[in-house]
């Protein structure tokens, strides 16, 4: 029902998902999300993998997890994190790959706002998890979500953190954010 509702959504709205690599890429992954400027983004992603089928999980603050609408966050992915306390999110998302097969959201960025370079968090949760990473950009002026191009973990274990990061840079050019003066296009 969710993939029928999803399709439905993304045709109303005049989006199309552009697979970019094997649909088997998005079952187990750190899917690197950017760019982030808007909110919009979320939501059309988590249309994207529903209308493929593919299971998806976010790591949000716990406030959107305990708040009266938590049940809906919850059902769209949302794993609530206390962001006051010390976590391992490293060990954490490494748990959840144990138990799981499950692509895990990361916004690099970090926010919608500008940034000067990118967080590292997503290449050492997927070294240390050992499952690809796998890029995905919505872009606004063409209306398509791009999704599974993977960068596998033979990949990440061989190269260096800064020949992947360029790749992923080169990758980005071709996207267009729903607000440019929110993106870096320099991401490390």
Known sequence: MKKLLAKLILKIIGWKVVLEGDVNNLDRCILVVAPHTANAEYMLGNLAYWSL???????????HTKAWYGFLVKAMGGVGID????????KFVVDQFKKEDFSLVITPEG????????????YHMALAAKVPIVV??????????HLGYKISVEDLETRTFEDIMQEMEEYYKKIT????????PKIY
Do not use: C, M
Request: net charge positive.
């Open 136 to 145: 995905a950009a919505g872009d606004f002026r063409t209306k398509q979500i």
């Open 111 to 122: 926010t919608r706002s500008w940034v000067p370079k990118w967080r590292k968090g997503f």
């Open 177 to 184: 954010p729903k607000y440019p003066e929110k993106w870096n």
């Open 83 to 90: 962001r006051s306390q010390k976590n391992d999110l490293v």
């Open 53 to 63: 089928g593919k299971p998806l999980k976010v790591i949000i603050k716990d406030d």
